[in-house]
């Protein structure tokens, strides 16, 4: 980890292994059926990850179909057809973690575009200028844009307060800017929208990280042919202790999970993720 308020701040990559859990129990208070689901469960490989080993499982028992999205996220598809009161899937395996070893890359023009929860607002782009960090061509010099995307990731985890329940999935950007205050992924929102404003390509990732709780958010910039991260809401920089699941222009794209069944059923919902690095480097 870096401390991002100083400039020139610089990630010293070093191979992880980590093993990781994590778990979800929907619960209906009365049977639902002909359940179709969509799950990002699943560590996204590539770009300096690599599956040492992983499954999903998923009660009441039913087969799952491998598939991929528009972004590359890795999908598990199910139907359980037969009426049920839960649905549990579990999510497990070990990764290994190489950021140094990612190579330059195309970013999709998408990522340069606002998205419908990711679109700075006159007020979030007023408060930019202010800061002092409007700057054109940034990706001219990428040691430089790096720095001035961790100041502005600084700046907004300055200007925000972490208040879980202040926001919820379909708060905006601009929505959360202006309560100054949200969660990780309202956090993301507003630094991607940002970035995009600028005209630097930007990701949203959903995934998880070292310890225990729930799944996390933060943003990736493509700076010098690369896609660096940044964690705005612990205001620090992004390295091989971050396991990305999905990514995407904003939350819509890469839900955990997304699905439909038959009955109106009140639910709940218990989430547990644990993230433990395995003997230090590999």
Known sequence: MCDVPERGCVVEH?????????ATKVIF????????????????????????????????????????????????????????????????GIV??????????????????PSALATASDEMCDWLRAQGLVSS???????????????????VSKEMTY???STNITTTASEAFALHCGVCQDYAHIV????????????????????EGCTHAWVQAHLGGRWRGFDPTR??????TYIPLAVGRDWSDCPV??????????????VHMEVLELGGCS
């Open 257 to 270: 999970e997304r699905g439909s069944f038959m009955g109106a059923p009140g639910q709940c919902q218990d």
């Open 14 to 22: 070093q191979p992880r292994t980590l093993r990781y859990r994590f």
């Open 192 to 211: 991607v929208a940002l970035l995009r404003y600028l005209g630097i390509a930007a990701r949203y990732v959903l995934g998880l990280a070292v310890g």
């Open 137 to 155: 061509l940034w990706e001219d010099d990428p040691d430089l844009a790096y720095e001035h995307v961790a100041d502005l990731c600084h700046a």
């Open 96 to 113: 290994r973690i190489d950021l140094g070893e990612t190579g330059p890359c195309v970013a999709h023009p998408l990522y340069r575009y």
């Open 235 to 240: 205001d620090t920089c992004v390295d091989e």
């Open 29 to 92: 208070d009365e049977p639902a059926c002909e359940h179709a689901l969509v799950l990002r469960c699943q560590p996204r490989e590539g770009e300096g990850l690599t599956i040492l080993k992983g499954a999903v499982c998923i009660e009441p028992e039913v087969s799952l179909q491998a598939q991929r999205d528009s972004f590359g996220n890795a999908l598990a598809v199910c139907r359980i057809a037969e009426a049920h009161d839960y649905v549990l899937y579990v999510s497990e």
């Open 163 to 165: 208040a879980p329940g």
